[in-house]
C-alpha cells in the first residue's frame, strides 16, 4: 500500500510548510496554512513526469537574442468584447480561467463561445457539475449551433486528459476545475491539493499539445477566486465576471493576462437568448433623466485601453443620530474619507455633520483615481442643492495638498466626451488638449480651490 505523505500548504501564495503554523513566512497571512494528504511513495521518475512545469517539456537552452518573436496568431470567439478581454482572441496553449458568483453566467458565456468556435475548430466541453441533459436544455433555449460540439460529463482529471488525446481538441472547456480530481490525491475535490494538481496537470496538457485551455474557477465571499494562490499563477490569462443579480448587465475584467492589456473591461447584457455584447457601454451607463438633478455628475475612466464614460452620484443630507455616515459603493470607502477631508481643508467646505452616500451608475467599479474631482463635484453640488449642467464632464486625481494632478489619456478621454455630445469640461491643465477641439469648451485646473470657482460659473 502506498504510503500517504502529509504537508502543509498556504492557500494564498501556496508555500509548502513540513508542518502547520499560524503565520505564512512567505506571505505573511495568518490562518491560510491547511493540511494537504497525498501519495508519497511515488517513483520519482513517474512524478517528476506530472511536473515538468506548467510551461510543458523542457527545451533545449537558447540566447534570447535566438527566440522567435514571430506573433502567435489568435482564434476569435465571435465576440468582440471577448475578444477584446482576452487580448484580441485566443492564442494555441494559453490556459485561460473564468470566475464569478453564482449565477453570473460563466458556463453560459463559454457555452455561447464554444457552440460558434465548434463550427469551425474542434472543441470538447467538459461538465462536471452539470448534466449533459442540462447542458442541451440551455444550448436549445439560446438556441445555439450544437451538431459540431462534443460534450463529455466527467470529473477525473486521468479520464478527461485521455479522452482529449485521442479527440485532439483545439478547445478543452473544463467546468469546473473545483469538481475535478486526481487518483492519487487523496483529499476531497475542492481542497487545495486538488485544486493545484488538477490544474498544473491541465495546464501541462494544453502547454504541451497546443490546446486552449478554458478553467471555470468558483469564487468566495469576497469575491475572490477560490482555491491556492499559485492556481491564478500557472494560467496565462484571469478573467471576472461580475454583476449583481438585480442588473442585467455583466462586466468581464481581464485580471491576469500575458498576451494582452490586464484590467480590460467588456461588458455584456443577459437577455432571454443569453449574455449579448454591448458594445457601446458609455451610451448604457449615461441613461440620465431628463432634467439635470443636484448630485450628478459624468466623468470619464479608463478602462483597459478605452474610455468610458460613468455617472456618478453623491447625496449630501444631515446625519440622525449624531454620527455621520459615508458610504460608497463602486468607489472606494477610504479614499472617500480623505477626499473629505481634502475639500474641508483646502475648500472651505464642513461637511462633518452630514451623511454623504456615493454610488456609481450602472453597477460599474471604479478603481482609479481619475474619480476623486468629479466625486468631489457631486458631493459639492448636492450639499449645495444645485444642479450641473449635463453637458459637462468632470475628470482628474485630487492631491492631500489640494493640487489638480493630471491622469493617463486625459486627451482622449476628452475626445471621448465631445464624441458623446458634451460641450464643456473641467479637467487638470496638464491634460488639457494642446489644440482647440471643435464644439468643446475646456476647463483648466490646478488647485481645488480653483475647481470650485469654476462650478459655480457652470
Same mark, same amino acid.
Given at each position: 500500500?502506498?504510503?500517504?505523505?502529509?504537508?502543509?500548504?498556504?492557500?494564498?501564495?501556496?508555500?509548502?510548510?513540513?508542518?502547520?503554523?499560524?503565520?505564512?513566512?512567505?506571505?505573511?497571512?495568518?490562518?491560510?496554512?491547511?493540511?494537504?494528504?497525498?501519495?508519497?511513495?511515488?517513483?520519482?521518475?513517474?512524478?517528476?513526469?506530472?511536473?515538468?512545469?506548467?510551461?510543458?517539456?523542457?527545451?533545449?537552452?537558447?540566447?534570447?537574442?535566438?527566440?522567435?518573436?514571430?506573433?502567435?496568431?489568435?482564434?476569435?470567439?465571435?465576440?468582440?468584447?471577448?475578444?477584446?478581454?482576452?487580448?484580441?482572441?485566443?492564442?494555441?496553449?494559453?490556459?485561460?480561467?473564468?470566475?464569478?458568483?453564482?449565477?453570473?453566467?460563466?458556463?453560459?458565456?463559454?457555452?455561447?463561445?464554444?457552440?460558434?468556435?465548434?463550427?469551425?475548430?474542434?472543441?470538447?466541453?467538459?461538465?462536471?457539475?452539470?448534466?449533459?441533459?442540462?447542458?442541451?436544455?440551455?444550448?436549445?433555449?439560446?438556441?445555439?449551433?450544437?451538431?459540431?460540439?462534443?460534450?463529455?460529463?466527467?470529473?477525473?482529471?486521468?479520464?478527461?486528459?485521455?479522452?482529449?488525446?485521442?479527440?485532439?481538441?483545439?478547445?478543452?472547456?473544463?467546468?469546473?476545475?473545483?469538481?475535478?480530481?486526481?487518483?492519487?490525491?487523496?483529499?476531497?475535490?475542492?481542497?487545495?491539493?486538488?485544486?493545484?494538481?488538477?490544474?498544473?496537470?491541465?495546464?501541462?496538457?494544453?502547454?504541451?499539445?497546443?490546446?486552449?485551455?478554458?478553467?471555470?474557477?468558483?469564487?468566495?465571499?469576497?469575491?475572490?477566486?477560490?482555491?491556492?494562490?499559485?492556481?491564478?499563477?500557472?494560467?496565462?490569462?484571469?478573467?471576472?465576471?461580475?454583476?449583481?443579480?438585480?442588473?442585467?448587465?455583466?462586466?468581464?475584467?481581464?485580471?491576469?493576462?500575458?498576451?494582452?492589456?490586464?484590467?480590460?473591461?467588456?461588458?455584456?447584457?443577459?437577455? +432571454?437568448? !443569453? =449574455?449579448?455584447?454591448?458594445?457601446? #457601454?458609455?451610451?448604457?451607463?449615461?441613461? $440620465?433623466?431628463? /432634467? *439635470? &438633478?443636484?448630485?450628478?455628475?459624468?466623468?470619464?475612466?479608463?478602462?483597459?485601453?478605452?474610455?468610458?464614460?460613468?455617472?456618478?452620484?453623491?447625496?449630501?443630507?444631515?446625519?440622525?443620530?449624531?454620527?455621520?455616515?459615508?458610504?460608497?459603493?463602486?468607489?472606494?470607502?477610504?479614499?472617500?474619507?480623505?477626499?473629505?477631508?481634502?475639500?474641508?481643508?483646502?475648500?472651505?467646505?464642513?461637511?462633518?455633520?452630514?451623511?454623504?452616500?456615493?454610488?456609481?451608475?450602472?453597477?460599474?467599479?471604479?478603481?482609479?483615481?481619475?474619480?476623486?474631482?468629479?466625486?468631489?463635484?457631486?458631493?459639492?453640488?448636492?450639499?449645495?442643492?444645485?444642479?450641473?449642467?449635463?453637458?459637462?464632464?468632470?475628470?482628474? +486625481?485630487? !492631491? =492631500?495638498?489640494?493640487?489638480?494632478? #493630471?491622469?493617463?489619456?486625459?486627451?482622449? $478621454?476628452?475626445? /471621448? *466626451? &465631445?464624441?458623446?455630445?458634451?460641450?464643456?469640461?473641467?479637467?487638470?491643465?496638464?491634460?488639457?488638449?494642446?489644440?482647440?477641439?471643435?464644439?468643446?469648451?475646456?476647463?483648466?485646473?490646478?488647485?481645488?480651490?480653483?475647481?470650485?470657482?469654476?462650478?459655480?460659473?457652470?
Amino acid at each position: 500500500m502506498a504510503k500517504t505523505k502529509t504537508s502543509y500548504v498556504c492557500t494564498e501564495c501556496g508555500a509548502d510548510y513540513s508542518k502547520w503554523q499560524g503565520q505564512c513566512s512567505a506571505c505573511h497571512e495568518w490562518n491560510t496554512i491547511s493540511e494537504v494528504r497525498g501519495v508519497g511513495s511515488q517513483p520519482k521518475g513517474a512524478r517528476g513526469a506530472r511536473f515538468e512545469g506548467f510551461a510543458g517539456s523542457l527545451t533545449e537552452i537558447q540566447r534570447l537574442d535566438d527566440v522567435s518573436l514571430a506573433e502567435q496568431p489568435r482564434i476569435s470567439t465571435g465576440m468582440q468584447e471577448f475578444d477584446r478581454v482576452l487580448g484580441g482572441g485566443l492564442v494555441e496553449g494559453s490556459a485561460v480561467l473564468m470566475g464569478g458568483h453564482p449565477g453570473a453566467g460563466k458556463s453560459t458565456l463559454l457555452l455561447q463561445a464554444v457552440c460558434h468556435l465548434a463550427e469551425s475548430v474542434p472543441a470538447l466541453y467538459v461538465t462536471g457539475e452539470e448534466s449533459l441533459q442540462q447542458v442541451a436544455m440551455r444550448a436549445k433555449r439560446l438556441g445555439l449551433p450544437t451538431k459540431d460540439l462534443k460534450m463529455l460529463s466527467e470529473t477525473s482529471v486521468e479520464r478527461v486528459i485521455q479522452i482529449a488525446e485521442t479527440e485532439n481538441p483545439r478547445i478543452l472547456v473544463v467546468d469546473s476545475i473545483q469538481v475535478m480530481h486526481m487518483s492519487d490525491i487523496e483529499s476531497a475535490p475542492g481542497s487545495v491539493s486538488q485544486v493545484r494538481e488538477s490544474a498544473a496537470f491541465l495546464t501541462r496538457f494544453a502547454k504541451q499539445s497546443g490546446t486552449i485551455l478554458f478553467l471555470v474557477g468558483h469564487v468566495t465571499k469576497d469575491g475572490s477566486l477560490a482555491g491556492p494562490k499559485v492556481l491564478e499563477h500557472m494560467i496565462d490569462c484571469s478573467i471576472l465576471l461580475e454583476g449583481s443579480s438585480d442588473s442585467r448587465y455583466r462586466t468581464l475584467r481581464g485580471i491576469k493576462n500575458r498576451f494582452g492589456a490586464v484590467n480590460e473591461l467588456g461588458v455584456f447584457a443577459m437577455l +432571454e437568448q !443569453g =449574455l449579448k455584447e454591448v458594445k457601446n #457601454p458609455s451610451a448604457i451607463f449615461l441613461n $440620465r433623466g431628463e /432634467e *439635470a &438633478a443636484p448630485g450628478s455628475v459624468v466623468m470619464v475612466v479608463w478602462e483597459g485601453t478605452r474610455p468610458m464614460l460613468v455617472e456618478i452620484q453623491a447625496l449630501v443630507d444631515m446625519a440622525q443620530g449624531g454620527y455621520p455616515r459615508r458610504v460608497a459603493v463602486g468607489l472606494d470607502q477610504n479614499r472617500l474619507a480623505m477626499l473629505l477631508a481634502v475639500l474641508h481643508r483646502h475648500g472651505g467646505m464642513h461637511v462633518s455633520d452630514q451623511d454623504v452616500f456615493v454610488n456609481v451608475v450602472g453597477g460599474v467599479k471604479v478603481a482609479e483615481t481619475s474619480a476623486d474631482l468629479a466625486l468631489l463635484a457631486s458631493i459639492v453640488s448636492s450639499f449645495r442643492d444645485r444642479a450641473l449642467p449635463q453637458d459637462v464632464v468632470i475628470f482628474g +486625481e485630487v !492631491g =492631500l495638498s489640494g493640487e489638480i494632478r #493630471p491622469v493617463p489619456s486625459g486627451q482622449e $478621454r476628452i475626445y /471621448e *466626451a &465631445a464624441k458623446h455630445g458634451f460641450t464643456r469640461a473641467l479637467v487638470p491643465k496638464a491634460n488639457a488638449p494642446r489644440k482647440p477641439i471643435e464644439g468643446m469648451k475646456v476647463t483648466a485646473v490646478t488647485r481645488l480651490s480653483d475647481a470650485l470657482a469654476a462650478l459655480e460659473e457652470f
